[in-house]
C-alpha cells in the first residue's frame, strides 16, 4: 500500500507540473503574439539639436511626433525629464496634457490614441535653469511611457512602465554666454554660407551619416542656407528622392539675406536598400521654378534586424 501511494503522489505530483507548465507556456506565448495595446513609432526624428543657445534668450522648445501605427488603441501614460531644467507636455487629438518635469509621479495621467492617430511631445529647456554659469554642451532626455510592447527599436522595456515600454527622446546644444552669442554677427554667420546652390547659399550640401543601424530609429541633419536672390522667393514643397528621406524648412518665405534651416529625415528600417553606401537627395521647390535647391544625404545600413523587419515589405512605389 505504502509503495503503491507513493507512485500514485508521484504521478500526481508529475502531472500538476506538466499542466503547470502547459498553462505558462500558452500565456506567455499569448502575450508575446498578442500584447493588448497599440504600437508606438516615431513620425519623425527622436532627436533634435537646438545648436548655439543664449543661455538668457528665453526657454527654447522642440515638437517631436509620435504615432500609434497598429490598429488598437494606444495608451499614453506620461513623461519624465532627465533634469530639472527641461518640462514637458504631451498633446493628443483630446487634450494636452499637465506639465512634466524630472520628478513628475506617472499616477492619474492616462491619454488613449486611436489606430493611426499621432500625438505630439512638445520638449522645453530653460537655459538659464542652473544659473549664469551654467554654459557648454547640454544633453537632455524627455522619456514618454506607453501601453506599447517593446520592440527593441522605439519602444525599449523599462521599469518604470510595467506592461508597456519608454520612448526615448533627446536633444542636444551649446549654451553660450551673452557675449558670446553676441559675437556672432551677421557678418560671422554669412561666412557660413560658402557652398552656391543658385541664389541659395548652403554651409554645405551633403552630409554623410555613416554606418546606421537599422533599429536606431530616424537619423537627422540640419542644412543651414541663405537666400541671397532678388525679390522674395517661396519654397512650395521640400520633396525627398525617396520614400525613406523627407525634408521640411523652418520657414516657407525668404527675401535677400534671409536665413533658414532644412532638416532632412532618413529612415533606415523603411524598405531594403541598396548594399553599400549609397545616397539620397532632397530638393527645395520654389514658385515658379524661381530657384530650386538640391542637397544629398549618405549612408550604409547595418541589418541588425534583418529585411523581416522593413516597415514596407515586398515591391513598393517610392
Keep these: 500500500m505504502t509503495k503503491r501511494f507513493m507512485v500514485a503522489v508521484g504521478l500526481f505530483v508529475v502531472a500538476i507540473v506538466l499542466v503547470s507548465v502547459t498553462l505558462v507556456s500558452r500565456f506567455a506565448g499569448e502575450e508575446v503574439e498578442g500584447w493588448p495595446s497599440g504600437t508606438v513609432a516615431s513620425a519623425q526624428a527622436v532627436s533634435h539639436d537646438f545648436g548655439v543657445i543664449n543661455i538668457e534668450g528665453g526657454n527654447v522648445e522642440h515638437v517631436f511626433e509620435l504615432q500609434n501605427t497598429s490598429s488598437e488603441p494606444l495608451e499614453v501614460r506620461g513623461a519624465q525629464t532627465s533634469c530639472m531644467c527641461t518640462t514637458t507636455t504631451i498633446e493628443t487629438a483630446e487634450a494636452i496634457s499637465p506639465v512634466f518635469g524630472m520628478h513628475t509621479s506617472l499616477d492619474g495621467y492616462s491619454e488613449v490614441v486611436a489606430p493611426g492617430e499621432s500625438f505630439q511631445v512638445r520638449a522645453v529647456f530653460d537655459p538659464l535653469a542652473h544659473g549664469p554659469e551654467g554654459t557648454g554642451s547640454i544633453r537632455r532626455t524627455v522619456d514618454v511611457f506607453t501601453s506599447a510592447a517593446p520592440?527593441?527599436?522605439?519602444?525599449?522595456e523599462d521599469s518604470r512602465v510595467p506592461n508597456g515600454s519608454v520612448v526615448s527622446l533627446t536633444f542636444t546644444g551649446e549654451v553660450v554666454s551673452v557675449a558670446a552669442y553676441e559675437e556672432m554677427t551677421?557678418?560671422?554667420?554669412?561666412?557660413?554660407?560658402?557652398v552656391e546652390e543658385g541664389p541659395f547659399q548652403f554651409a554645405d550640401i551633403e552630409h554623410d551619416f555613416g554606418v546606421v543601424l537599422q533599429s536606431g530609429g530616424l537619423v537627422t541633419h540640419d542644412f543651414p542656407f541663405q537666400y541671397n536672390g532678388e525679390g522674395v522667393v517661396e519654397i512650395e514643397n521640400v520633396v525627398g528622392s525617396c520614400a525613406c528621406t523627407t525634408g521640411s524648412v523652418d520657414r516657407t518665405s525668404f527675401a535677400s539675406g534671409d536665413t533658414g534651416v532644412l532638416t532632412v529625415v532618413f529612415d533606415?528600417?523603411?524598405?531594403?536598400?541598396?548594399?553599400?553606401?549609397?545616397?539620397?537627395?532632397?530638393?527645395?521647390?520654389?514658385?515658379?521654378?524661381?530657384?530650386?535647391?538640391e542637397v544629398k544625404i549618405w549612408a550604409e545600413i547595418d541589418l541588425d534586424l534583418g529585411p523581416e523587419a522593413y516597415t514596407l515589405q515586398g515591391p513598393h512605389v517610392d
Design 151 to 156: 520592440d527593441g527599436a522605439v519602444a525599449e
Design 186 to 194: 551677421p557678418v560671422a554667420v554669412e561666412a557660413q554660407f560658402d
Design 268 to 293: 533606415p528600417n523603411l524598405h531594403e536598400e541598396p548594399e553599400g553606401r549609397f545616397y539620397k537627395s532632397v530638393v527645395l521647390e520654389t514658385a515658379g521654378d524661381q530657384a530650386d535647391a
